[in-house]
């Protein structure tokens, strides 16, 4: 459309359009009778349907609600989300008497799920024994180090197989998850992570660069499960949204299956340790259930997020509006605790990695607050708390940043200088651009979607980074 046509949009109708759409999307997404691919068709459509009407000469907010009208093969869905959301002024086009009966989930899902699952579980205990690393075997080193560095490319492909199955990816995009997987498989295997001995002699394979690569190559991977799960669709902002609502689902269920099999692990090990098989227990933990459970879990953890997201969405928003306040009180603390710490140059390097750690928690919580806000709501006041967080959490990276440069003009670089210099300017950067944005919105000069969309086009950098630190510092620190 010709940006000086009378007829296009004005960039206020746009965003109003786009954040209209971005809801009903992700509302559609959560309905189990319809499946992601048909929701992507019908996005489309719906689309095609606003552009039409705006240009027949409907303004924004009309296009939408006639657009929504017409899509027939979603009344009864619609009517639902009318009558949960009165507030929408599209209510009254869309309430129909109609009502939906969601379709019973099939039985193969659930078995490509156990399937792949098993597969990754005994992908990972073949390895783990090839290594030696059980609780009988005599470990080789550079194998173990290479199992250990290689342990998310156990489970990643069965991952991405089962979301790009589900989600009906194109060949073209198959192709390029699995050229992905491939190149990152090369690149652990054959770059230059053994360290060389020193005066002793001994080389030893565990070096910076492999511990790196081990800790970095699980965010590549989980780019390409992105990739998956969006059905290849990468430069779609409501996608890559979508996939970030996927992973704050995705942990809080893989935490609370951790946490169930924790707990019955304890009951296993009281109940055989009183009649004397407790040392059994933990040898078939170590060599079969980890190995086989863990893996396993990966794969269910995704399967309830797809299949339950309607119970998942209560819990995800109460969360973040929890733990919100507390990690504030959590920063506000660590700013008195490096403000008695002494000299940066003498900051601990324990301190530096928690507030790593900090940092990544805060740019979570912002994250899925985003992903579960309703990008039409004026700002409020958990909006002006997330700000101070990131302010907060702004002021402790810029004293983190100054601390790690004071360190490296001392000792000079490192891997694990470098990478975590890398990683602080990189949030630094996105938590400056999601507080500046929210300033914007607090002042009427932006909307919240566009919080959401500056948050969608950042996020690849970090697996970019990640690429950098797993290809290239074995080559650039070669040895170390």
Known sequence: MNPQDSTAPAPEAAETIEAQIAQWRQYVLRRQAISPADVDELEDHLRAQVDDLTASGLDASEAFLVAIRRLGDVDAMSSEYAREHSDRMWKQLALTPAADAPAARAWVEPVVVIAA??????ALKIALAVAGLTTHGNPDDAAAAAVLRTLSLYVAPFLIAYLGWKRRLPLRAILGVTAGVAGIALALALLPFTRPGGAEGYATPFGDTSVLAALHAPVILWALVGVAYMGGRILSGDRRMDFVRFTGEFVVYYALLALGGMVLLGIAFAMF??????????????DWILPICVPGAVLIAAWLVEAKQHVIENIAPVLTRVFTPLTLIMLLTLLAVIGTAGAL????????ILMDAVLILVLGLSLYAVSARDPLARPGWFDGLQLATIAAAMA???????AMLVRIAEFGFSPNKTAALGLNLLVLVHLAGHAWLTILAFRGRTRFAEIARWHTRYLPLYAAWAVVVVVAFPLIFRGA
Request: charged letters at 15%.
């Open 117 to 122: 699952g098993l597969g990754a579980g005994i």
């Open 273 to 286: 340790g009183m009649v004397g098989f407790g040392t059994q227990v933990i040898e078939a933990y170590v």
């Open 345 to 352: 140059a003498e900051v601990d390097r324990d301190l530096l």
């Open 396 to 402: 402790v990276d810029a004293i983190m940043l100054t």
